[in-house]
């Protein structure tokens, strides 16, 4: 049983900055990877940063050099720090953990609204 809880989305500026959060809780022994995904109305889910435990990270082609995702292991905490903030980064940001030996879990999601 494991739990995940977002925090930090809102309203941003065009040009702003913004710093999500996800925390995990629960049944967890091991994380393999966390990882933020993003998904606007009418879209597909999109990867937009991963990382593993080991700190080794991969991002979406659209947030590169943009957004630059961390990982605390002992606090179960994914961070994904995001400047230059596009309307097009207008979603709900959903965050993911990779537990070792059970799966794959979601967070709620958190609205990331970037307008002027």
């Known amino acids: 049983q494991v739990q995940l809880v977002e925090s930090g989305g809102g309203l941003v500026q065009p040009g702003g900055s913004l710093r999500l959060s996800c925390a995990a809780s629960?049944?967890?022994?091991?994380?393999?990877?966390m990882g933020w995904y993003r998904q606007a109305p009418g879209k597909q889910r999109e990867l937009v940063a991963i990382?593993?435990?080991?700190?080794?990270?991969a991002y979406g082609d659209s947030v590169k050099g943009r957004f630059t995702i961390s990982i605390d292991n002992a606090k179960k905490t994914a961070y994904l720090q995001m400047i230059s903030l596009k309307p097009e980064d207008t979603a709900v940001y959903y965050c993911?953990?990779?537990?070792?030996?059970?799966?794959?879990?979601w967070g709620q999601g958190t609205q990331v609204t970037v307008s002027s």
């Open positions: 993911n953990v990779n537990v070792q030996l059970l799966g794959m879990y």
């Open positions: 629960g049944t967890i022994f091991s994380i393999a990877a």
């Open positions: 990382i593993s435990s080991g700190g080794s990270a």
